[in-house]
Nanobody
Framework: QVQLVESGGGSVQAGGSLRLSCASTGFLPDSVSMAWFRQSPGQEREGVGVILLGTGATYYADSVRDRFTISQDRAEYTVYLQMDNLQPEDTAMYYC??????????????????WGQGTQVTVSS
């Protein structure tokens, strides 16, 4: 079974940008979707966005649409989360996840069974 490794987290000021990476240790088929989630202390894990690897279709949560962009590099087994115009409310641990999910919209965390270890994003005002 593949493993997922996130990187790219850090601390930025409001209005800044970060790019997170999620690297898979092995090839993931076209039928797999990879998603980004985030979780703040005491909060439920929130879906940020998802990419369907086969078609490249992406879906985003309303809270990040027009600020965050998901892309992929199939040759590198890597999915990216470009985060622009970051705000303090974006502060959270960010996780990537993968599974055979084919839905319109951002699926719930319960539908993903392969997860990375997370990377912290902190946005100061």
């Amino acid at each position: 079974q593949v493993q997922l490794v996130e990187s790219g987290g850090g601390s930025v000021q409001a209005g800044g940008s970060l790019r997170l990476s999620c690297a898979s240790t092995g090839f993931l088929p076209d039928s797999v979707s990879m998603a980004w989630f985030r979780q703040s202390p005491g909060q439920e894990r929130e879906g940020v966005g998802v990419i369907l690897l086969g078609t490249g279709a992406t879906y985003y949560a309303d809270s990040v649409r027009d600020r965050f962009t998901i892309s992929q590099d199939r040759a590198e087994y890597t999915v990216y989360l470009q985060m622009d115009n970051l705000q303090p409310e974006d502060t959270a641990m960010y996780y990537c996840a993968a599974d055979y999910v084919d839905e319109t919209g951002v699926p719930p965390a319960s539908e993903f069974h392969t997860w990375g270890q997370g990377t912290q994003v902190t946005v100061s005002s």
